[in-house]
C-alpha cells in the first residue's frame, strides 16, 4: 500500500522527525486565513508531481483559493487531484536524498543517501554515481554508527545528531510498519536544521494481518480521497484467474498452477474428471475466490467442487473468508470439499467448520471425496 505525503509526515511527525506545520485540504472546503507563504501540493499516488505542476507556492500576492481551485482540476498522470497538503514554506539551502528500501537481490535492507535530492534525483543518479551511496545493512543490527557517520561525511552535513535521529527514525517506521519504502526527497537543510519536505512511504501488503488497526485506518483515509474507480487499495483484478473448461463434472479450484496441475492429474488417476478449472494466479485473496467460485458454478456440469489451497503468502482465513461468502450469497446445492494448508490454516478450518464445509489433511482423500459425490454415491 502506498500512502499518501500527509499519510507519512502523519507517521514522520510520531517518529520524531521534523515537518512543516500543515493542514489537509478537501475539495469544496472552505479555506480562509491562511498566512503565505504556503507550498500547496496535491496529494497524489504518483510520482513527479511538481514537475507535473502539483505543487504551488503561494506568496500572498495572488488569490490563493485560486490556487487550491486550479489544484484541484489538475490531473496527474492519469490521477484526479482530490485533496491537497497546505505547508508553511520554508527556506532550502540544500536537498538530499535519503530512502530505506529492500536490495532484493542481496536480501538485505539498504539505506540509500544522495548529495543532492529533489526533483532530478533520478537524472543525477544516472549522470553523477558519486553522489549517490548505498549502504547494505544487517536488519537486526539496524544501521550502525559508523555506517551514518560514514556516510554524513560522504555527502557532507553538519548537524550530524539531527542526521543520525532521522536515519535511525526512518528504520522504525521501516521495521516497525513493516514498510518496503521509507524515503525522505527531499530532506531539506534549512537555517533552522533539517526537514523532511516530502514522504513517500509503500507498506507490505503481505504484512497488513500484523496491523490491521492501521491498514483500516489508512484505507478509511484514502477512501475519503479517492473514487473507487482509481482506488489502489489492494485489488485484485479478476483476470488473475485463469479458467479450463474441460468436459468432466468436477469443478477444481487451486490458488497456483503447480497444485492445480498435480490434483488435476490425481483426479484423473481416481476416475473423476474436472469440468472446470481455475487457478487462482498466484498471490490472492477472498474477493478472487469468490469470484472463482462463481465462474466455477457457472457451468451447469459441475457437480462437485474440490478448492485445494496451499498458503505460503495466501492467507487461508482470507480463503476461507470467500468461500464463506460464497455459500451466503449463492445457496447453490453443489457441495464444496477442501484440503488447505500453511499460512493461518487453523483460522480457515475454523471458519469452515463453522459453515459445515468439509476439510481434509490428505489430498487424496480429499480428491477421492469429490469425485464420489460428483458421481451421484
Ligand atoms: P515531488 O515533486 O512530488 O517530489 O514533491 P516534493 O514535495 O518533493 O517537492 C518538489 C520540490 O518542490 C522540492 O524538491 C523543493 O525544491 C520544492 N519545495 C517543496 N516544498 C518546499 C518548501 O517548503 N520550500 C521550498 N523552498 N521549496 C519547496
Ligand atoms: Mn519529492
Not at 488569490?63 to 487531484?81: A, R
Not at 535492507?109 to 549522470?127: F, N, R, W, Y
Request: proline share 2%; charged share 25%.
Amino acid at each position: 500500500m502506498k500512502l499518501y505525503e500527509f499519510q507519512g509526515k502523519e507517521i514522520f511527525k510520531k517518529y520524531g522527525i521534523p515537518v512543516q506545520l500543515g493542514f489537509l485540504v478537501h475539495e469544496n472546503d472552505e479555506v480562509k486565513n491562511l498566512t503565505p507563504p504556503l507550498v500547496i501540493k496535491s496529494q497524489v499516488l504518483v510520482g513527479g508531481r511538481g514537475k507535473a505542476g502539483g505543487i504551488k507556492l503561494w506568496e500572498g500576492n495572488t488569490d490563493v483559493s485560486q490556487i487550491i481551485h486550479e489544484l484541484f482540476s489538475l490531473n496527474i498522470k492519469g490521477e484526479k487531484v482530490r485533496a491537497i497538503l497546505a505547508l508553511e514554506k520554508v527556506d532550502i539551502l540544500r536537498e538530499i536524498y535519503i530512502s530505506i528500501t529492500f536490495n532484493r537481490g542481496k536480501s538485505t535492507p539498504v539505506l540509500i543517501v544522495g548529495t543532492s535530492g529533489g526533483m532530478d534525483i533520478e537524472k543525477s543518479a544516472q549522470s553523477d554515481k558519486d553522489n549517490i551511496h548505498f549502504i547494505e545493512f544487517d536488519p537486526f543490527l539496524g544501521i550502525l554508527e559508523y555506517q551514518i557517520r560514514f556516510i554524513a561525511k560522504k555527502i557532507n552535513v553538519e548537524n550530524y545528531s539531527e542526521f543520525k535521529k532521522i536515519i535511525k527514525a526512518m528504520y522504525k517506521i521501516f521495521k516497525e510498519y513493516d514498510a518496503t519504502l521509507v524515503e525522505i526527497n527531499p530532506l531539506a537543510i534549512t537555517p533552522h536544521g533539517l526537514v523532511a519536505i516530502d514522504s513517500k512511504i509503500n507498506l507490505d501488503d503481505q504484512a497488513s494481518f500484523r496491523h490491521q488497526v492501521l491498514f483500516r485506518k489508512l484505507e478509511e483515509e484514502q477512501k475519503l480521497i479517492q473514487n473507487n474507480e482509481d482506488s489502489n487499495i489492494s485489488k485484485f483484478k479478476e483476470d488473475t484467474i485463469t479458467h479450463v473448461t474441460l468436459s468432466g463434472n468436477i469443478g477444481l479450484i487451486s490458488d497456483g498452477a503447480g497444485t492445480g496441475l498435480l490434483t488435476l492429474d490425481l483426479i484423473n488417476d481416481f476416475g473423476g474428471k474436472v469440468a472446470s478449472f481455475c487457478e487462482l494466479g498466484g498471490i490472492t485473496n477472498s474477493e478472487v475466490m469468490f469470484k472463482a467460485l462463481k465462474i466455477v458454478t457457472s457451468n451447469s456440469s459441475v457437480k462437485s467442487i474440490l478448492v485445494v489451497l496451499i498458503g505460503g503468502f495466501n492467507r487461508m482465513d482470507d480463503m476461507a473468508e470467500g468461500i464463506v461468502k460464497f455459500k451466503k450469497e449463492f445457496k447453490k446445492e453443489i457441495p464444496i470439499f477442501i484440503r488447505m494448508c500453511g499460512t493461518k490454516e487453523e483460522v480457515g478450518k475454523q471458519l469452515m467448520e463453522n459453515k459445515n464445509i468439509p476439510v481434509y489433511d490428505s489430498l487424496i482423500e480429499a480428491v477421492e471425496r469429490a469425485i464420489k459425490e460428483a458421481r451421484g454415491n
